[in-house]
């Protein structure tokens, strides 16, 4: 943070801070900014622990608890549409700290519930505040990262929603077992468990607008608001040596007009819109078509289904939480070496592989009292495959679609083209969720060789159109190769 009155540094001391100190000062810049990814992560799966005593509290069909689940997802979807143009609006920070509020007020709510109605009504409120991180921290990180770090800063944003994911499920876990009688019982503090389930995030939430007021606006959004001065402070921070000047410059041509973005911006001769946000928007989809949100969301219902007790089902999900957490740190360490299409295209391989293998295993389990029961060979093969599925998004879409849409669009339209890609990546989490209940209802192993086949279309739309972003600057992606990628 800048102090106030302080004037902008001159050249000399912009380059008299060394390259590791601007580096570690972006670092912690971006892992700021990545808190909302934990909340995003850590209120999207803290339901998953009290899904079966939602059913059992309000009397819910499998399709209204779908729909209770994933309503969330419809708030996301707004949160993140709006959430770009207001960022252009107000700043990317004001936004991170209205995401933090309404973090609170939805978890309160979630917390007091009386019934599905009003349960649903709190986690459209919390999905607004997820929608908006989604967009507001990956376009943060983006803008203040340089170049040879902004893959491994940006990875930061899904480690941060996988250590959300991982707190989450080891939340619902340890306040289960404390409990009398798991999520249905009593709390020892009393209430109802699966209630300070909810009322956990509220202790993030509020860590999360705390330290977003101890960061400084992003120099893109300054340099468009024509704040100069603190633009070149917050420059001369995270570049080190670099020609601040120079970057300024680069960032005003890029941006090339002073008028605010809207969505006709984006416009373009491929079915309406450009090519380039287009390849966004099926990132996005496909990320979320491979199923991978049926794990954090149902995992806990899916395994006692499976014939798991309570206990060894929350553990279980607890295990994929931590094979996620560990993946992620291998994005981050291959992400700028090897580059973005290589890992999504061995990604989409390894998921479409082990998802196979899991909807052959549910396909031929017998099914007993309406769920299907894994003997003691599909049993283990189903959890290694869950477990291999997992690392195979952790380690490469997970994060690497949320590198790529805060680095794929150009300076001018970022965060609007960010805002319509994040939307309908949360437009296609609802129907996965939505739609799961009732499809594994009727067959486990459709559910999955569904997911099955939008891997392997997920593979050939890498190789076919997504182009590669690694090293590049963000300046220079208005030439940025699309709709055929270039390696």
Known sequence: ????????????????????????????????????????????????????????????????????????????????????????????????????TLFVISSLGSAFAFNAVDLTFWR?????????????????????????????LGSLQQMAIVLGIFAALVVDYVIARVSDGGATGTFPWGGSAWRWMFASAIVPAVMYGVIATTIPESPRYLVKKHDMARARQVLARVMGRGDVDTKISEIVRSIAADRPVHLRDLRGSRLGLLSIVWVGILLSVFQQFVGINVIFYYSSSLWQAAG??????????????????????VAIALVDRVGRRPLLLSGAFGMAV??????????????????????????????????????????????????MLGEMFNNFIRASALAVAAAAQWIANWIITTTFPGISGFSLGLAYGLYTLFSVLAFFFVIRAVPETKGRELEDMDRLAAPRARA
């Open 124 to 152: 459209v409120v919390g999905g607004l505040a997820i929608g908006a991180a989604s967009v507001i921290a990956p376009a943060y990180i983006a803008e203040i990262a340089p170049a040879e770090l902004r893959g491994r």
């Open 1 to 100: 943070m800048t102090t106030p009155g302080s004037g902008p540094p001159t050249a000399a001391q912009g380059s008299s801070e060394g390259p590791s100190h601007s580096a570690a000062t972006a670092a912690l810049l971006a892992g700021a900014a990545a808190l909302g990814g934990f909340l995003f992560g850590y209120d999207s799966s803290v339901i998953n622990g009290t899904v079966d005593a939602l059913k059992d509290q309000f009397h819910l069909s499998s399709f209204v608890v779908g729909f209770v689940v994933s309503s969330a997802l419809l708030g996301c979807a707004a949160g993140a549409w709006f959430a770009g143009p207001l960022g252009d609006r107000i700043g990317r920070v004001r936004v991170m700290l209205i995401a933090a």
């Open 354 to 403: 082990t998802l196979a293998i899991l909807t052959f295993c549910f396909a031929t389990a017998p099914v007993v009292d309406g769920d299907p029961h894994l003997g003691d060979v599909a049993g283990p093969v189903a959890l290694v495959a869950a477990n291999v599925y997992v690392f195979s998004f952790a380690a490469t879409w997970g994060p690497v679609v949320w590198v």
């Open 308 to 329: 798991m007790s309570e206990d060894d089902a929350m553990l279980t999900s607890v295990i994929n939480s931590v094979v996620n957490v560990v993946s992620t740190l």
